[in-house]
């Protein structure tokens, strides 16, 4: 089952133009990830929200957290080409027992930068 | 190298034969997954592990076998595959699934295609 949908799916800018994404996600979460993916290879973390920040910035990248709207979004500052890629957000789902987190995956956004 | 690998990265199969992909860390991370990227589902968990000898179904199961009786390797074998498991499947790892805030590590990813 999706719990994070990224929105929009697809998103076409001009280098130095901020990217905005966003993710909706169904229930209560501990904490949010975002992940990107180039074309062709594996998914790489970016930053991290606990559900207990508002906001946070690491480089060109700032997330921002509304837990009661269950909503993150993911902005890229002055984009450059090299951000041409897919980004994910990622939420965690306890399972019982085991005691162990796993990551559930939205769809992602696809993200062009045009020189 | 370090850092986590698959192989191949490619594999062209047939109906019903029985194909294994190989994933391999260097980091002695406790858990690694399995997941498949298909367009239009995103990324969905197939199987994970939480250390030797302890693995556990994720969200798409079905027709995947998986083994680790080593820290560093876990393996994925589709018995007997089918068109429907044609798709690009990634390994991750992270050291410890105990954690929310755990971030994955994935694999470049093996594009299989079963004709």
């Known amino acids: 089952s999706q719990q994070g949908e990224e929105d929009p799916q697809a998103l076409s800018i001009q280098e130095g133009e901020n990217a905005t994404m966003n993710c909706s996600y169904k229930?209560?979460?501990?904490?949010l990830q975002w992940y990107r993916q180039n074309s062709g290879r594996g998914l790489v973390h970016l930053i991290l929200?606990?559900?207990?920040?508002r906001e946070k910035h690491s480089g060109r990248l700032r997330v921002t957290l509304d837990t009661s709207k269950k909503s993150s979004s993911l902005l890229i500052t002055a984009s450059r080409a090299a951000d041409t890629a897919s980004y994910f957000c990622?939420?965690?789902?306890?399972?019982?027992?085991?005691?162990?987190?796993?990551?559930?995956f939205g769809k992602g956004t696809k993200l062009s930068v045009i020189p | 190298d370090a850092g986590i690998t698959q192989s191949p990265r490619y594999k062209i199969t047939e109906t019903g034969r029985q194909v294994t992909l190989m994933c391999h860390q260097t980091?002695?991370?406790?858990?690694m997954f399995w997941y498949r990227q298909d367009l239009g589902h995103g990324l969905r968990l197939i199987y994970y592990?939480?250390?030797?000898?302890?693995?556990d179904k994720g969200e798409v199961p079905d027709g995947y076998v998986v083994s680790r009786s080593k820290t560093e390797n876990f393996p994925l074998t589709l018995e007997s595959a089918t068109r429907s498991q044609t798709s690009v499947y990634f390994c991750?790892?992270?050291?410890?699934?105990?954690?929310?805030?755990?971030?994955?590590?994935f694999g470049p990813g093996t594009r299989l295609t079963v004709l």
């Open positions: 991750a790892s992270s050291e410890s699934g105990t954690s929310s805030t755990d971030t994955q590590y």
């Open positions: 990622a939420t965690d789902l306890a399972y019982s027992g085991a005691g162990s987190y796993q990551l559930t």
């Open positions: 980091w002695s991370h406790s858990y």
């Open positions: 592990s939480a250390a030797a000898d302890i693995t």
């Open positions: 229930t209560s979460i501990n904490n």
């Open positions: 929200i606990r559900s207990n920040e």
